[in-house]
Nanobody
Framework: QVQLVESGGGLAQAGGSLRLSCATS????????MGWFRQAPGKAREFVSA????????YYADSVKGRFTISRDNAKNTVFLQMNNLKPDDTAVYFC?????????????????WGQGTQVTVSS
């Protein structure tokens, strides 16, 4: 059973930066595609970014493209989300997720394993 633990959330001012981390255990991390999703108050959970197990392919939501960067360290079983130029609209609970499917995807249903989430709040 794969377990995911997010960290690095908190309060930032608009224009600031935060770096989220997601440590995994209980599985072969280098075989997992990893994704970040977020859920703002009163809204559905949405895709943010994803990275392939090989670290070759990455996907980003249009709303974060050019501001967020996803990366992974297979030696440390950890995936990161560097968030720059934060906006109040980025305020949400951010979830890390893992997929053992063959293809990298933005679809939540393809991710079998989820963390508990970490709160990110951006003030204007």
């Amino acid at each position: 059973q794969v377990q995911l633990v997010e960290s690095g959330g908190g309060l930032a001012q608009a224009g600031g930066s935060l770096r989220l981390s997601c440590a995994t255990s209980g599985g072969t991390f280098s075989n997992l595609h990893m994704g970040w999703f977020r859920q703002a108050p009163g809204k559905a959970r949405e895709f943010v970014s994803a990275i392939s197990w090989s670290d070759v392919n990455t996907y980003y939501a249009d709303s974060v493209k050019g501001r967020f960067t996803i990366s992974r360290d297979n030696a440390k079983n950890t995936v990161f989300l560097q968030m720059n130029n934060l906006k109040p609209d980025d305020t949400a609970v951010y979830f890390c997720a893992a997929s053992s499917r063959a293809l990298l995807t933005t679809l939540q249903s393809f991710y079998a394993y989820w963390g508990q989430g970490t709160q990110v709040t951006v003030s204007s």
